[in-house]
């Protein structure tokens, strides 16, 4: 097993890369398990795009009745296309003033040229209906199978059991293939997240994929695989209701969304911000008193990337919570904030048409008002002459 890394920053101090290569049985290859990944990742992303999608989930949505139009583009206009390009739809104020004057357009017309363009460069409803059915494949049989591989082991009651005699755990083949599915499902959704239009909180998604990939690197290097497990089944339950909830809102089914949401709601809550940080991050923490052992820089910097998911998981509550709210208010619609593309959504359109349609609507009402108002005066007129 080849490891580059320096054994100071990575390995407590009485061990040394050569301890982990001499029992191959005991200590994981990490460049093994990658690749597996890697070349399993590609494996489910033709199966996704090949077999699940067109075979299965494609038929499901056109029965629905799910949109399958692409938006219209608007024409080309080369100063919009640089204005797009700096914050999509919603560029900063004084630069869609600027641009409007440079153009010689209303400041209305440009925002719906930024608006069109946007919509035109998004998904379809259909593709969403289809790339969501793939992630409820996913997350529930990864879940169902978790029932199998970690709910019965003793460390899962037990999270310290974690860090007692660290680093010399044996892994089962289960727990071994139960890994490598779920790093191979994050390898598919990195190359569709690069593939696929940029959305609001790209960056945010990417930043949770890479710590992701990193924790992988960092529990298997280590061979700190058992703490990693409990997370990654701890992690995947909540999105089940989300991209169900997220397949009968395509399809129309409004009452069953929202059921669905608040349970999306009250799972997220109560295993990100509850089980995460109590089961998952507090032992990690209590490690080295269970260990006996000194802190060392590789196991600090991965508290710190757990920790990061942390945050990561409060600013997903934050817009969450804000979602709720708008929902009780009649504002809007309950979303999922982390994949919510601006004016990306049916009801976004559909507004947005209804509001140019009302315009044009009242700019006529007040046309064909002022004319028959001048008819009615001239006819006065003429009857007061005759008299």
């Not at 409990?230 to 809102?249: N, V």
């Not at 709210?325 to 559909?350: G, N, P």
Request: aromatic share 18%; proline share 5%.
């Amino acid at each position: 097993m080849h490891r580059t890394w320096s054994e100071w920053f990575w390995l407590p101090e009485e061990f040394t890369w050569k301890d982990f290569e001499e029992d191959e049985k005991r200590f994981p290859d990490v460049k093994y398990f990658f690749t597996c990944a890697l070349i399993l990742g590609i494996c489910l992303l033709l199966f996704r795009n090949f077999i699940l999608l067109p075979l299965v989930f494609r038929p499901l949505g056109v029965k629905a009745g799910v949109r399958s139009k692409p938006y219209r583009s608007p024409p080309p206009n080369e100063e919009l296309d640089a204005l797009y390009t700096i914050n999509r739809a919603r560029p900063p104020r004084d630069m869609l003033v600027k641009t409007a004057a440079k153009v010689g357009w209303p400041e209305r017309r440009v925002e719906r040229w930024l608006r069109q363009k946007a919509l035109s460069m998004q998904m379809t409803t259909l593709e969403k209906f289809q790339d969501y059915g793939w992630q409820f494949t996913h997350y529930t049989i990864f879940f169902i199978s978790g029932f199998f591989v970690v709910v019965v082991k003793p460390y899962f009651k037990d999270p310290e059991e974690c860090w007692r005699n660290f680093p010399f755990h044996q892994i089962s083949s289960d727990v071994w293939w139960y890994n490598v599915v779920c790093c191979a499902f994050y390898v598919t959704q990195t190359i569709l997240l690069l593939q696929q239009e940029k959305r609001h909180d790209f960056y945010q998604m990417l930043a949770h994929h890479m710590i992701t990939f990193f924790n992988f690197y960092f529990c298997w290097s280590l061979n700190a695989v058992r703490m990693l497990t409990i997370t990654l089944f701890m992690h995947e339950i909540a999105d089940i209701p989300l991209a169900l909830g997220k397949l009968f809102s395509y399809s129309g089914y409004q009452k069953i969304t929202d059921a669905l949401a608040f349970t999306f709601a009250f799972l997220w809550i109560g295993t990100r911000m509850l089980y995460f940080p109590i089961y998952g991050l507090l032992p990690t923490y209590r490690a080295m008193s269970i260990m006996g052992r000194h802190n060392w820089p590789g196991f600090f910097l991965g508290q710190l990337f757990d920790s990061s998911l942390l945050v990561l998981h409060m600013m997903w509550t934050k817009d969450l919570i804000k979602a709720l709210y708008r929902r009780f208010t009649d504002i809007d619609k309950i979303v999922d904030e982390r994949s919510a593309d601006e004016l990306s959504t049916e009801d976004e359109k559909q507004n947005s048409e209804i509001i140019d349609n009302n315009n044009v609507i009242a700019d006529r009402y007040l046309e064909n008002h002022q004319s028959s108002t001048k008819r009615m005066n001239g006819v006065h007129k003429r009857k007061a002459f005759q008299s």
